[in-house]
């Protein structure tokens, strides 16, 4: 089982409709593109200062439904209409578990 986290830091110029959105869309790529086991997107509860503004946790049941999952076009155009226009970080990782 391969586990994909992301941790996105939007820009200060991305209001929270377009934020909002942004963690929707995430959210619809379990249905709309699928393959992966869980999903989880969730924006920071604001317990620190200095942590990043949101994250998402996918588990795949191995490495080429990841695969699959990076390159699918639906999720390549979240990625573009989405997450880059608001974007000042990103840090990810995929790991076995």
């Not at 200060?12 to 959210?27: G, K, Y």
């Not at 994250?55 to 699959?68: G, M, N, T």
């Amino acid at each position: 089982m391969i586990r994909h986290v992301v941790v996105f830091t939007w820009s200060p110029d991305a209001d929270a409709d377009r934020r909002a959105a942004t963690v929707a869309a995430l959210r619809d790529l379990r249905t709309q593109v699928g393959g992966m086991t869980s999903l989880v997107v969730a924006e920071d509860a604001g317990l620190r200062d200095g942590n990043a503004d949101a994250v998402l946790v996918a588990e795949f049941p191995d490495a080429e439904a990841f695969l699959r999952y990076a390159e699918d076009p639906v999720h390549l155009a979240v990625i573009a209409e989405h997450v880059r226009p608001i974007l000042a970080a990103r840090s990810a990782v995929q790991y076995r578990i």
